[in-house]
């Protein structure tokens, strides 16, 4: 059921500099893994342990909440089309943990659950195609259209554990394995959005654009979280130090899709800015900072255009 929770004007938004400004922020609560939707009407975003998923329309600063399931804000991806949010919810038993793949419409708020919730490790779902999506567990993967069909069509590729999917003639007839991916985690694997790239990163081993046609790997940097710019000629990233234990500092870098130019878009040692994606435009990104809690955007023109 969709709920209102507040309204926030972003013209009036609390502004950092000429080029940072604060768009969410919640008392008490860590807002983080913010994502435009790819026609710049909403922004998705979850809170403490990715427990929620809302989105913030960008023209009124009204938020909505569409669920308040656990992991629903981890992995969770928007359609080409902007209408739909698909993800993973979770819920918890005395002794298992069961998940179900479901599909949120935030202009209706809105759900469409499409599979039973279940044990697992269940993988984290993606678009198999305008109207069908890749789930399933380490034993089966399967797609599914919106009608809670079974469907062999799949028109992108995916990544599952240390496999990437590659399909041909709308099947996928082979799995891509070599030395760079086996038996490797691929982590926040997301495509362009014409689909001719791909961008991930290694459990342990860096970010890596691939060029589907060629089947070719750039590495990138050692870093984590990237996101495409919409038009997929760049990168955003973040670099983080740790202690073992907690994260101790992050900056927001954006790279062009070679590796080869890199620059920090932030530079403030006291803050920890992370989850950054790109605006439709390009011309900003916005980021969570884990010491406030809150939502930011910061102006990237002139960097790497």
């Not at 918890?92 to 469409?112: H, K, Q």
């Not at 086996?182 to 342990?204: P, Q, Y």
Request: charged residues 20%.
């Amino acid at each position: 059921m969709q709920k209102l929770l507040f309204f926030i004007v972003l013209l009036f938004a609390f502004q950092l500099s000429a080029q940072t400004e604060r768009l969410v922020q919640i008392p008490e609560t860590h807002l983080f893994n913010a994502r435009y939707s790819p026609d710049g009407r909403y922004i998705a975003f979850t809170k403490d342990n990715y427990r929620g998923l809302y989105v913030l329309e960008t023209s009124t600063g009204r938020i909505t909440e569409l669920t308040d399931h656990a992991s629903a804000g981890f992995g969770y991806s928007w359609s080409a089309d902007s209408r739909m949010i698909l993800t993973k919810c979770s819920r918890f038993t005395e002794t298992t943990r069961e998940d179900a793949v479901i599909v949120f419409y935030p202009e209706s708020g809105t759900a469409l659950q499409l599979t039973d919730f279940s044990y697992g490790p269940h993988i984290i779902p993606s678009w198999a195609g305008e109207n069908s999506v890749v789930t399933g567990t380490a034993k089966e993967i399967s797609t599914i259209n919106l009608n809670r069909e079974k469907t062999a069509e799949i028109a992108h590729p995916y990544a599952y554990f240390d496999k990437i999917a590659v399909p041909s003639a709308g099947k996928v007839n082979s799995l891509l394995t070599n030395s760079l991916t086996a038996e490797k985690s691929i982590l926040n694997f997301s495509l362009s959005s014409d689909k001719s790239k791909a961008v991930f990163e290694l459990l342990g081993g860096g970010i890596y654009v691939w060029d589907i046609k060629k089947n070719t790997f750039n590495y990138i940097d050692l870093g984590n979280r990237p996101a495409f710019s919409q038009d997929g000629s760049r990168i955003a990233y973040m670099k983080t130090t740790d202690d073992g234990h907690m994260m101790l500092t992050s900056e927001i870098w954006v790279s062009d899709i070679t590796g080869a130019a890199k620059i920090m878009v932030t530079d403030t040692p006291s803050r920890i800015e992370t989850d950054p994606s790109f605006a439709p435009d390009g011309l900003s990104i916005i980021y969570s900072e884990l010491n406030s809690g809150a939502i930011y955007s910061t102006v990237t023109e002139g960097g790497l255009r």
